[in-house]
């Protein structure tokens, strides 16, 4: 039986993981959160010293890299490196701007590539990335852009970073987003842009639950 693929990509703090994660328990679909994937690989680059910007120091360590990926009851996904459970590890803000230079290096994304594939050929699939819907899963039966201006994604993660007891000082994370959304759109492997039959879905002026009822009726409409 062929199983249905929905693509979420978009940047950073769009609260892309959160959105995808409900919409799919709602649908009874996987999620798959692909940014999880990458932050746990800069995590190993990180806890090996590695230059994560530096591809002969982090190319080696793919050679038997250890992650693996869970999903709970509540469909949130736990990423394990080495045996250890690092699903809190990997969203501290050091990460991030790791995860991004780790994902800049062609051969990170060509190891990466087949297991996100995997999932999408056992299950049927919410993944959310930046490059799910051009290049992971080119066929997804449903592609969305989520987005939403770079001062409503950087008030957001502040929040979310005050929630975790993380000092969070606005103008920094908004420098570090713009920062990131341009290293994410400006690489010339893999880079974010919204496909061609991708929705668009802006969540600017939308609060959760709105953004939760956008993107489900987004999916709705081309199912
Ligand atoms: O989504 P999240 O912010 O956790 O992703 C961390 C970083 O991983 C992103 O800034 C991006 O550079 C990279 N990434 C990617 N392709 C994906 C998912 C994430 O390049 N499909």
């Known amino acids: 039986m062929k199983h249905i693929s929905i693509a979420i990509d978009g940047p950073a703090g769009a609260g892309k993981s959160t959105l995808a994660r409900q919409a799919a328990q709602r649908l009874g679909f996987l999620y798959v959160d692909t940014g999880a ?7 190993k680059a990180l806890e ?13 360590l793919l050679d038997g890299l250890n992650v693996k990926m869970d999903h709970g009851p509540d469909g949130g996904q736990r ?26 290096i062609p051969q990170v994304r060509e190891f990466l590539l087949d297991f996100q594939r995997r999932q999408a050929r056992e299950h049927d699939v919410l993944m959310d990335g930046r490059d799910i819907g051009t290049v992971v899963l080119p066929d997804a039966d449903v592609k969305i852009f989520l987005t939403a ?13 005050e929630l975790r007891g993380e000092k969070a000082d606005y103008e920094t994370i908004l420098h570090d987003i713009i ?3 341009e290293q994410d759109r400006n690489r010339p ?8 039959d991708a929705v668009l879905v802006d969540t600017t002026r939308l609060n959760l639950e709105e953004s939760l009822e956008a993107l489900l009726a987004a999916i709705k409409e081309r199912t």
């Open 179 to 181: 920062r990131r959304d």
């Open 189 to 196: 492997v893999a880079p974010l842009r919204q496909a061609e």
């Open 37 to 43: 994937i990458y932050r746990t690989v800069a995590l």
């Open 149 to 161: 201006a770079p001062e409503a994604r950087a008030h957001r993660r502040a929040r979310e970073l």
């Open 79 to 104: 990423m394990f490196l080495d045996g250890k459970d690092v699903s809190d590890a990997i969203r501290q803000h050091r990460v991030s701007g790791a995860a991004s230079q780790v994902a800049a």
């Open 48 to 60: 090996s010293s590695a230059d994560p910007a530096d591809p002969e120091q982090v190319v080696p």
